[in-house]
T-cell receptor
Framework: EAGVAQSPRYKIIEKRQSVAFWCNPI?????LYWYQQILGQGPKLLIQ????????DSQLPKDRFSAERLKGVDSTLKIQPAKLEDSAVYLC???????????FGPGTRLTVT | GDSVTQMEGPVTLSEEAFLTINCTYT??????LFWYVQYPGEGLQLLLK?????DKGSNKGFEATYRKETTSFHLEKGSVQVSDSAVYFC???????????FGSGTRLLVRP
C-alpha cells in the first residue's frame, strides 16, 4: 500500500511570497491532517479534514494560511504572504477514520528568507 | 490546555545500553498516549501506544507504561542498537478531538 505522498520536498521562498504544498493521502483514508513542525519543536496541528469537510482549524492562522480538500482526497495547504516565522516542516498525515492510527508523509521543508 | 513534556536531548548512549526517555503529560481527561519515531530523512512512524491507565505498549523491544498516578509514559529499551538512532516524540490524543499533541522530541544517538 502506498504511503502518504507530499510535494515538493523542499521549498525556499522570500518573505511576502506565496507557496502551496500538496498532499495525497493513503487511498481510502477519510481523515487528513496538516501539521507544522518548527525546528526543535514537536508537530502542531494546523487543520483536520474529515472527507472534504473541516473538523478543526482552530490553530490555523487564517489571515495567511488556507487549506482545501476538494473531493475528499488530495489536499493543498497555501501560505500567502509568507513570513520568516513560517519556516518549518509541513507534515501531512491521514487515517482511515477519526481516532484511528495516523500515517505521516515525509514532509515539505519550507525556508522563508 | 493539554500538553506533553519530554526530556531534552540529545541522549547519547553506547550500543547495548539501557534507554529511558521521560515523558509526562497534562490533560483534562483520560488521553491515549503514543510514542512516535522519526528516523533521519523519513516521516514520523508510530512506535507504540496505550489507551488506558496501566496499559503497556510495546514494539521492537521498546516499552512504555501508561501511569495515571504520575501522568507519565516513559519510553524504555533494554539494549539499544545503532539503528535506534532517531528522534522520539511522545504524544497524546483526546477522544473528543483525535488530534495529536506532541512533545518537543528527544534525539537519541547510539554509538557503536
Amino acid at each position: 500500500e502506498a504511503g502518504v505522498a507530499q510535494s515538493p520536498r523542499y521549498k525556499i521562498i522570500e518573505k511576502r511570497q506565496s507557496v502551496a504544498f500538496w498532499c495525497n493521502p493513503i487511498s481510502g483514508h477519510a481523515t487528513l491532517y496538516w501539521y507544522q513542525q518548527i525546528l526543535g519543536q514537536g508537530p502542531k496541528l494546523l487543520i483536520q479534514f474529515q472527507n472534504n469537510g473541516v473538523v478543526d482549524d482552530s490553530q490555523l492562522p487564517k489571515d495567511r494560511f488556507s487549506a482545501e480538500r476538494l473531493k475528499g482526497v488530495d489536499s493543498t495547504l497555501k501560505i500567502q504572504p509568507a513570513k520568516l516565522e513560517d519556516s518549518a516542516v509541513y507534515l501531512c498525515a491521514s487515517s482511515r477514520d477519526r481516532g484511528r492510527e495516523q500515517y505521516f508523509g515525509p514532509g515539505t521543508r519550507l525556508t522563508v528568507t | 490546555g493539554d500538553s506533553v513534556t519530554q526530556m531534552e536531548g540529545p541522549v547519547t548512549l553506547s550500543e547495548e545500553a539501557f534507554l529511558t526517555i521521560n515523558c509526562t503529560y497534562t490533560a483534562t481527561g483520560y488521553p491515549s498516549l503514543f510514542w512516535y519515531v522519526q528516523y533521519p530523512g523519513e516521516g514520523l512512524q508510530l512506535l507504540l501506544k496505550a489507551t488506558k491507565a496501566d496499559d503497556k505498549g510495546s514494539n521492537k523491544g521498546f516499552e512504555a507504561t501508561y501511569r495515571k498516578e504520575t501522568t507519565s509514559f516513559h519510553l524504555e529499551k533494554g539494549s539499544v542498537q545503532v539503528s535506534d538512532s532517531a528522534v522520539y516524540f511522545c504524544a497524546l490524543s483526546m477522544d473528543s478531538s483525535y488530534k495529536l499533541i506532541f512533545g518537543s522530541g528527544t534525539r537519541l544517538l547510539v554509538r557503536p
